[in-house]
């Protein structure tokens, strides 16, 4: 059974980091394009930052370009998003998310759409 | 620039069938998407995913009350036979290869 556990939320200043961790079971992570998606307090869900299998291709939201950083451990069936420079705006449940995909001759490929969730983790960013 | 969107809100009754909308933008008209639910205090959870021929792909345990169709622009997500669980927040997610999108999300209340 597929199961994403985030962890690693918690109070921080305007201008601090924090360091948000995903672990995953049930499934070969090494395989998968994995994703951080956030919801702010009462808001709609977005998208945060994208990460191809092997951390070949990396995306980010316009929001968080320059300021997050999404990584990837295969080896520990782990994933990561770095925060930094941390705004008021940025408080919100943290989600990561893996996306269907296939693998054929030794490459993996992704279909770019969510299929399994996390149960969150929440940030608050607070003076 | 691929933008999707949602009503706000829709309501049913019990046992009633709904059917949600999600509107894909010019240019886009193409797309596919994917239906999420999320009920209250929880983390979405995939439904299925729909093609611009209509085709639709649900996720593993979901029920055939929940089907996809398209027309257009226009992406659906009916539900039949509502249920009280089935009372949540609904959002569509379209994307690009650099870019995943959602809508704002359709509250949905069975009334």
């Known amino acids: 059974e597929v199961h994403l556990v985030e962890s690693g939320g918690g109070l921080v200043k305007p201008g601090g980091s924090l360091r948000l961790s995903c672990a995953a079971s049930?499934?070969?992570?090494?395989?998968?394009?994995m994703n951080w998606v956030r919801q702010a307090p009462g808001k709609g869900l977005e998208w945060v930052s994208s990460?191809?299998?092997?951390?070949?291709?990396?995306y980010y939201a316009d929001s968080v370009k320059g300021r997050f950083t999404i990584s990837r451990d295969n080896a520990k069936n782990s994933l990561y998003l770095q925060m930094d420079s941390l705004r008021a705006e940025d408080t919100a449940v943290y989600y990561c998310?893996?996306?269907?995909?296939?693998?054929?001759?030794?490459?993996?490929?992704?279909?770019?759409?969510?299929?399994?969730w996390g149960q969150g983790t929440l940030v608050t960013v607070l003076s | 620039q691929l933008v999707v969107t949602q009503s706000p809100s829709a309501s049913a009754s019990l046992g009633a069938s709904v059917k949600l909308t999600c509107t894909l933008s010019?240019?886009?008209?193409?797309?596919?998407i994917a239906w999420h639910q999320q009920q209250s205090e929880k983390g979405p959870r995939y439904l299925m995913k729909?093609?611009?021929?209509?085709?639709?792909t649900r996720g593993d345990g979901i029920p055939d009350r929940f089907s996809g169709s398209s027309s257009g622009a226009e992406r659906y997500l009916t539900i039949s036979t509502l249920q009280s669980e089935d009372e949540a927040d609904y959002y569509c997610?379209?994307?690009?290869?650099?870019?995943?999108?959602f809508g704002g999300g359709t509250k949905l209340t069975v009334l």
């Open positions: 049930g499934f070969s992570l090494s395989n998968y394009t």
């Open positions: 729909v093609n611009r021929n209509g085709s639709h």
């Open positions: 010019s240019g886009h008209s193409n797309y596919a």
């Open positions: 997610q379209s994307w690009g290869t650099a870019i995943r999108v």
């Open positions: 990460i191809s299998s092997r951390g070949t291709y990396i």
């Open positions: 998310a893996r996306e269907v995909g296939y693998c054929s001759g030794g490459n993996c490929y992704s279909m770019y759409y969510f299929d399994f």
